[in-house]
């Protein structure tokens, strides 16, 4: 019975459980990424505060203090005043105040090359004027049939181009007494001077001028106005049949006593003439546009008198035309 007693008694087995170190937290870990945020965005900061002009952390200080005045008032990319960090900064040098962009210095570049260019042609142009005046004074001077009326004609550059003054003188008038009917040596002037006239590209203008001397009837019949213009279209023929091109043309006006040459004296002949402008190419812009050209009026009108009077002995006739 004993064994029997060993042989029922129950087996008891004990496990044991093997546990690790005891739960210390992971709290740090989040705690030292937060710092670290906090210090990357400090310095962050500190970066965009040094980087940014005065101007514009002003900009960004009023706005925060009154968004909707900023906004809608001063728009804009920045609403400071935007100067670079260091003074003077930016690849530009010679700048001391101001932000430099690299767009800005090229425009600026280009800007300056532009006005450059402008010039350079300017000065040719002016060099081929000048080179045409020296062309018209060498055809009248070799030719034996003209030279004789050099003193006749007056040859200047002007703001709008070439002027070409053929004035008239008391004994060799270039027009009959009131009329429109071109003398022989004026003819042979103006065909003359059409001939060379159409080897250039330049575009012409053409004005009539008169003395002072009314008509009988005053201006309400044919008068100074309608002789001036009459004259003009006259000259602009015999330039044509010179061999001027006529779409080089561009203007053929009357002005009657309206610009005298010599205001002092309004009989004097010198006041009866025929203006030509070889307009220059930044005449012609302006002409397109619609501005006045100079009609031949001399910036020094007295100026002009004396050398025609050093040239010739003028006396002032009776009134004329």
Same mark, same amino acid.
């Given at each position: 019975?004993?064994?029997?007693?060993?042989?029922?008694?129950?087996?008891?087995?004990?496990?044991?459980?093997?546990? *690790?170190h +005891?739960?210390?937290?992971?709290?740090?870990?989040?705690?030292?990424? &937060?710092?670290?945020?906090a210090?990357?965005a400090?310095?962050l900061?500190?970066?965009?505060?040094g980087?940014?002009?005065?101007?514009?952390?002003? *900009?960004?200080?009023?706005?925060f @203090?009154?968004?909707?005045?900023?906004?809608?008032? !001063? %728009?804009?990319? %920045?609403?400071?005043?935007?100067?670079? #960090?260091?003074?003077?900064?930016?690849?530009?040098?010679?700048?001391?105040?101001?932000?430099?962009?690299?767009?800005?210095?090229?425009?600026?570049r280009?800007?300056?090359?532009?006005?450059?260019?402008?010039? $350079?042609?300017?000065?040719?142009?002016?060099?081929?004027?000048?080179?045409?005046?020296?062309?018209?004074?060498?055809?009248?001077?070799?030719?034996?049939?003209?030279?004789?009326?050099?003193?006749?004609?007056?040859?200047?550059?002007?703001?709008?181009?070439?002027?070409? $003054?053929?004035?008239d003188? $008391?004994?060799? /008038?270039?027009?009959?007494?009131?009329s429109?009917?071109?003398?022989?040596?004026?003819?042979?002037?103006?065909?003359?001077?059409?001939?060379?006239?159409?080897?250039?590209?330049?575009? #012409?203008?053409?004005?009539?001028?008169?003395?002072?001397? /009314?008509?009988s009837?005053?201006?309400?019949?044919? !008068?100074?106005w309608?002789? @001036?213009?009459?004259?003009?279209?006259? @000259?602009?023929?015999?330039?044509?049949?010179?061999?001027?091109?006529? +779409?080089?043309? #561009?203007?053929?006006?009357?002005?009657?006593?309206?610009?005298?040459?010599?205001?002092d004296?309004?009989?004097?002949?010198?006041?009866?003439?025929?203006?030509?402008? #070889?307009?220059?190419? &930044?005449? $012609?812009?302006?002409?397109?546009?619609?501005?006045?050209?100079?009609? *031949?009026?001399?910036?020094?009108?007295?100026e002009?008198?004396?050398?025609?009077?050093?040239?010739?002995?003028? @006396?002032?006739?009776?009134? %004329?035309?």
């Amino acid at each position: 019975m004993a064994g029997d007693s060993k042989k029922l008694q129950p087996i008891i087995i004990k496990r044991v459980k093997k546990g *690790g170190h +005891g739960h210390h937290g992971g709290a740090w870990k989040i705690a030292y990424a &937060d710092f670290v945020t906090a210090m990357m965005a400090f310095f962050l900061l500190m970066w965009l505060l040094g980087s940014t002009t005065e101007g514009d952390r002003k *900009g960004i200080a009023d706005y925060f @203090s009154s968004p909707l005045k900023i906004a809608l008032l !001063s %728009g804009g990319s %920045g609403a400071g005043d935007a100067s670079h #960090v260091i003074k003077g900064g930016g690849t530009d040098l010679t700048r001391t105040t101001g932000q430099v962009r690299r767009g800005d210095i090229e425009a600026e570049r280009k800007t300056i090359n532009l006005q450059a260019l402008k010039e $350079q042609l300017k000065r040719e142009e002016a060099a081929r004027l000048e080179e045409l005046k020296q062309r018209i004074e060498q055809s009248v001077t070799n030719n034996p049939l003209l030279v004789q009326f050099r003193s006749q004609i007056r040859l200047d550059i002007t703001q709008d181009g070439l002027r070409i $003054q053929i004035v008239d003188e $008391q004994n060799r /008038p270039m027009f009959d007494t009131g009329s429109a009917l071109v003398k022989d040596y004026m003819r042979s002037i103006l065909r003359e001077i059409g001939k060379v006239l159409s080897e250039v590209d330049n575009k #012409v203008t053409l004005a009539g001028h008169t003395d002072a001397a /009314p008509y009988s009837s005053g201006e309400r019949g044919y !008068s100074n106005w309608e002789l @001036s213009a009459d004259r003009a279209n006259a @000259s602009r023929r015999e330039l044509v049949a010179g061999g001027l091109r006529e +779409g080089q043309v #561009v203007r053929v006006v009357g002005l009657a006593s309206s610009a005298l040459l010599d205001k002092d004296n309004p009989l004097n002949p010198i006041n009866r003439r025929i203006s030509i402008i #070889v307009m220059n190419k &930044d005449a $012609q812009e302006r002409f397109e546009r619609g501005a006045d050209i100079e009609a *031949g009026t001399a910036p020094a009108v007295h100026e002009a008198v004396a050398s025609s009077a050093a040239g010739e002995n003028f @006396s002032f006739p009776a009134p %004329g035309r």
